[in-house]
């Protein structure tokens, strides 16, 4: 009955079409404003793997503060990040991307929960701590990083200029490890040009980073770790 009096029922029609429309247009209120605070303000992403170890691991949620808004309106700093801090590294971020591939994928991501994108095969995006900053001067020896900062005679081991403390996972190498050898553990020493970055894994075993990729630009780097919410007994604040 009540079926009839809604097919036959031009008021009853009329509510149904505006009820549906409302619907409509709250979802993309809704996805608008996700899309502006992912993209001006905080987003979420999980951790896809070990490189982050012995502090990061597979799985934790992370909440990332977004440097295209208010962070660098009130940071008198050129760069909101210091060394130290844990960063999102976008190493496609000044690849050319068709628009529409873009607007996809910013869908997918909404409805993933930023786990899947269409340019996840690109490696894209990347978690990874800042080692030292333009115009300094950066060597490593047995895995652990000597940073002379711009206008300093001497150098800081890397957890001496970081406002908080960390513990990278140092691998064990062979004995008769040569130290001229790829990934030993040593590193001479690079000054880093005025747009030039360094950042690495805090697994020191993985060298998918500035080791192997070179210095990025601080363009490149899009967003600083806040905080990890999940799993909730590791709650901690960056």
């Known amino acids: 009955m009540f079926d009839k009096w809604t097919q036959y029922n031009y008021?009853?029609?009329?509510?149904?079409?505006?009820?549906?429309?409302?619907?409509?247009?709250?979802?993309l209120a809704f996805y608008i404003a996700y899309n502006c605070l992912t993209a001006f303000v905080v987003s979420v992403w999980v951790v896809e793997n070990n490189s982050m170890q012995s502090g990061l691991s597979s799985g934790d949620r992370i909440v990332f503060a977004s440097f295209e808004s208010w962070l660098r309106i009130i940071n008198d700093d050129p760069h909101p990040f210091?060394?130290?801090?844990?960063?999102?590294?976008?190493?496609?971020?000044?690849a050319e991307r068709v628009l529409a591939l873009r607007v996809i994928d910013g869908i997918v991501r909404f409805f993933t929960a930023q786990k899947i994108s269409l340019f996840t095969g690109d490696g894209q995006y990347y978690i990874k701590r800042v080692i030292a900053l333009?115009?300094?001067?950066?060597?490593?020896?047995?895995?652990?990083?000597?940073?002379?900062t711009a206008g300093n005679s001497y150098s800081f081991t890397e957890f001496e200029?970081?406002?908080?403390?960390?513990?990278?996972?140092?691998?064990?190498?062979?004995?008769l490890w040569d130290e001229s050898l790829p990934f030993s553990g040593h590193?001479?020493?690079?000054?880093?040009g005025p747009?030039?970055?360094?950042?690495?894994?805090?697994d020191r075993s993985n060298t998918n980073d500035s080791r192997t990729w070179g210095?990025?630009?601080?363009?490149?780097?899009?967003?600083?770790?806040?905080?990890?919410?999940?799993?909730?007994?590791k709650f901690e604040i960056f």
């Not at 008021?11 to 979802?27: E, G, S």
């Not at 333009?134 to 000597?146: A, L």
């Not at 747009?195 to 805090?202: A, L, P, Q």
């Not at 601080?218 to 007994?233: D, E, G, H, Q, Y």
């Open 11 to 27: 008021r009853a029609q009329k509510y149904q079409q505006n009820r549906l429309l409302k619907i409509i247009l709250a979802f």
């Open 187 to 192: 590193m001479d020493p690079i000054v880093l």
């Open 215 to 233: 210095p990025v630009s601080p363009s490149m780097i899009t967003a600083k770790a806040l905080l990890r919410f999940w799993p909730v007994n």
């Open 82 to 94: 210091k060394r130290g801090s844990i960063v999102l590294v976008d190493k496609g971020r000044n």
């Open 134 to 148: 333009p115009g300094d001067e950066i060597s490593m020896v047995n895995y652990v990083f000597r940073v002379k």
């Open 161 to 175: 200029l970081s406002d908080k403390p960390y513990h990278p996972a140092i691998p064990q190498t062979p004995h």
């Open 195 to 202: 747009d030039e970055c360094f950042v690495v894994s805090d």
